[in-house]
């Protein structure tokens, strides 16, 4: 089984700068696409932002030109900068790794591709 955690939320005035983390535990060597999602209160779920493991890379038109999305110091790391945040980007922000097919040759030991995995979210609170 593989864990997502997110880290890096917390609370900001509108203008302010976060960036979070999301680290995976377990499958460290598997390839995956890892997305961005966030949900307010009463809200549904949204797409924010998309890295795929080959390096494409795509943002909700709500966040696009102030989020940032990149691969971390550790190959296990996806980070999301946040920047000119706005009260409505209040959310728990949530990754998600949707499990790609093995590099061809590899023997590693993968989930079957087309598997999700879902973390459990970090705070984000924009106060105007």
């Known amino acids: 089984q593989m864990e997502l955690v997110e880290s890096g939320g917390g609370s900001v005035q509108a203008g302010g700068s976060l960036t979070l983390s999301c680290a995976r535990i377990?499958?460290?060597?598997?390839?995956?696409?890892i997305m961005w999602y966030r949900q307010a209160p009463g809200g549904e779920r949204e797409f924010v932002s998309l890295l795929s493991n080959d390096g494409n890379i795509d943002y909700a038109d709500s966040v696009r030109g102030r989020f940032t999305a990149s691969k971390g110091d550790t190959r296990v790391t996806v980070n999301l900068q946040m920047h000119n945040l706005r009260p409505e980007d209040t959310a728990t922000y949530l990754c998600?790794?949707?499990?790609?097919?093995?590099?061809?040759?590899?023997?590693?030991?993968?989930?079957?591709?087309?598997?999700?995995?879902w973390g459990q979210g970090t705070q984000v609170t924009v106060s105007s």
């Open positions: 998600k790794a949707i499990t790609l097919a093995r590099a061809s040759g590899s023997n590693l030991l993968c989930p079957s591709p087309g598997t999700e995995f």
């Open positions: 377990g499958y460290t060597f598997c390839r995956f696409d």
